[in-house]
């Protein structure tokens, strides 16, 4: 098997406790993040990693695949190398159990990165800042690459500093697509003095001196982390209701 997408969908919650289970227009939010990576033509499987068996049930009851794992795990990134190791493939990609805009034009860019060069380990979405609230925003990631789409840093700061006008600035969206070794390299580490800073799993990457390929797309999406949020996926979803299964 070439891809396998994993969907890292946790109970706990700050903002927003079984967030995974929240219906959104009627659907839960996991079940919708499922729905469309199932239709991305890359991916070969996807299973729900969750430490809780109300949402592996419901996943279940919706006919996806869902494996339960440690809740001790410390990041997304560790809870998605946990499943990967027991299903083997290629490539292991990251899905936020958040996000439930991601899709095929999304997913299918950072796949073609991990072909088109043996060196790039890790691969992630940059999207143009439109709206200039967000640089300020810490729930927000920054992120400034080099011509080659190296990533050079990731931060809730706004970076760069807008020390003059006219700056553009990029943040990061989406999946991660990891080659599989990889990524069991990466969950060995252990978090790094950065990573726990900002609470950042991209800095490990980086602290240990690899390098992440990013890849800009067009396309923004909607991440759920406040109530505010729910109810612009929900505008969203009327304004286009061909999205709105």
Partial sequence: ????????????????PGKPLLPIAGVPLVVRVLRQVQKCESVDRVIVATDDERIAS????????AMMTPPELPSGGDRVAWVAREIPSEYVLNVQGDDPLVAGDM???????????????LALLSKKIENEEEVQMNSI?????????????????????????GGV??????????????LFEFSSWGQTPLEQVE????L??????????????????????TPE??????KYLKENPHLAF
């Fill in 141 to 165: 990631v920054k992120m400034v690459f080099d011509e080659k789409g190296k990533g050079l840093y990731f931060s809730r700061s706004p970076i760069p500093y807008p020390r003059n006008p």
């Fill in 1 to 16: 098997m070439k891809t396998l997408a994993v969907i890292p969908a946790r109970y706990a919650s700050t903002r927003l």
């Fill in 169 to 182: 600035w990029y943040k990061h969206i989406g999946p991660y697509a990891w080659r599989r070794d990889f």
């Fill in 204 to 225: 490990r990457v980086l602290e240990k001196g690899y390098a992440i390929r990013c890849v800009t797309v067009a396309r923004d999406t909607i991440e759920i982390d």
């Fill in 107 to 121: 997913i299918d860019p950072l796949i073609t990165a991990l072909d088109q060069d043996d060196s790039t380990m």
């Fill in 58 to 65: 419901l996943v279940r009851e919706h006919g996806g695949e």
């Fill in 199 to 202: 609470g950042l799993e991209m």
């Fill in 229 to 234: 949020d729910v109810v612009r996926m929900e």
